[in-house]
Nanobody
């Protein structure tokens, strides 16, 4: 079982920045695609960003392109989500997830391991 632990959430003003981190102590981290999802109040858990096993490839939902950056450090078993120029619509619980899917996974059911989530609140 892979345990994922997210940190870095909090409250930030619109236009500000926040960096989320997700660490796992499982030694197979480098063999997993990683992703970030978010669940806004009253909504489904939606895909935000993904990164390949080596970090060579990244993919994003259109609404965060140019503002969010996903990255990973396999030596630290950690994946990051840098969030810039945030807006109130980014308010959500953010989840880190791991996938064994071959292509660029974007669907919830393509991810098999999940963290507990970290809350991000963007104020006006």
């Amino acid at each position: 079982q892979v345990a994922l632990v997210e940190t870095g959430g909090g409250t930030v003003q619109a236009g500000g920045s926040l960096r989320l981190s997700c660490v796992t102590h499982d030694l197979t981290f480098s063999g997993l695609h990683m992703g970030w999802f978010r669940r806004a109040p009253g909504k489904e858990r939606d895909f935000v960003a993904g990164i390949s096993k080596t970090g060579a490839s990244t993919w994003y939902v259109d609404s965060v392109k140019g503002r969010f950056t996903i990255s990973r450090d396999n030596a630290k078993n950690t994946v990051y989500l840098q969030m810039n120029n945030v807006n109130p619509e980014d308010t959500a619980t953010y989840f880190c997830a791991a996938s064994l899917a071959k292509n660029e996974p974007r669907l919830r059911n393509q991810y098999i391991y999940w963290g507990q989530g970290t809350q991000v609140t963007v104020s006006q």
